[in-house]
């Protein structure tokens, strides 16, 4: 039908340009960002799936974080222990070079000793200074505080007293010297702190391979989740490269069609020349 009042062409061929232009926009935004979902409107369930696995790989990569900053914690803290075991084995070795009295001077054990109190300052020294990020990677591992034992002695008045020995009585004057001392337990203490340190040690070693395992499983769910959120929101570019053409196609012939519509009047006007005197 030709009409003059109405040009329902024209209506048709400018919802078909308005819906080509938002189509158009649409892909460029998307070219633009990269994400295929900018707003909820664009996928509200994909929308909702996105923030969720983000939420989720936030959530991992946090975990994430605080395991590789456990991992490198350990790390110093087995550096650290690896220094104590060093000084502990020269120290087993002075102590058991000093309880072999035969054919010793005084003097060769009186150097002994010096060493042996070399080692256990060098041994405090290192509780109270290495530290990671502010803490101290030894703690309480002081010589006072190693290899603690508690002995009970009955005295000449037969009450019964504590004696406390410590690795900190192998030095000079101690307990358990090596000039004067109980040297049978400077062996025994020497020892038995060495084994401990070896013990921490093995602990701490144990644990460095069990974060490495839960660091290969975290960082493969990590991946995983990244990926699966990449397939949702992420654009595809070949495709959304098509949807462009595609849409400025479509913009280009609704711009040919409205130009047509609009001559469509002017076709019904020309029906009436022959009526023209």
Known sequence: MISVRTNPIGLLAMNQFAAATKALNTSLERLATGKRINRASDDPAGAMAVSNLD??????????????YEATYVGARDGAQAGLSDLMARLNGYVVTAANTAGQSREEREALQMEVDGILSAI?????TTTFNGQKLLGNEQAANLGVTLEKVVGPDGKETEVRYSLADLRTGGKLNLLTGDL????????????????????LGARANQIDAELQVAENEYINLTDAQ?????????KEVSALVRAQVLQQAAAFAIRLAQNSP???LSLLKPLEK
């Open 124 to 128: 405090d020294n290192a509780a109270l």
């Open 266 to 268: 002017q076709n019904a």
């Open 184 to 203: 049978e337990k400077a062996q025994n203490m020497a020892k038995g702190v060495g084994q401990s340190m070896a013990q921490s040690r093995a602990m």
């Open 55 to 68: 939420g989720q790989r936030k959530s991992l990569k946090a975990k994430i974080d605080r395991m590789e």
């Open 230 to 238: 990449s397939k949702i929101e992420d654009t595809d570019y070949a």
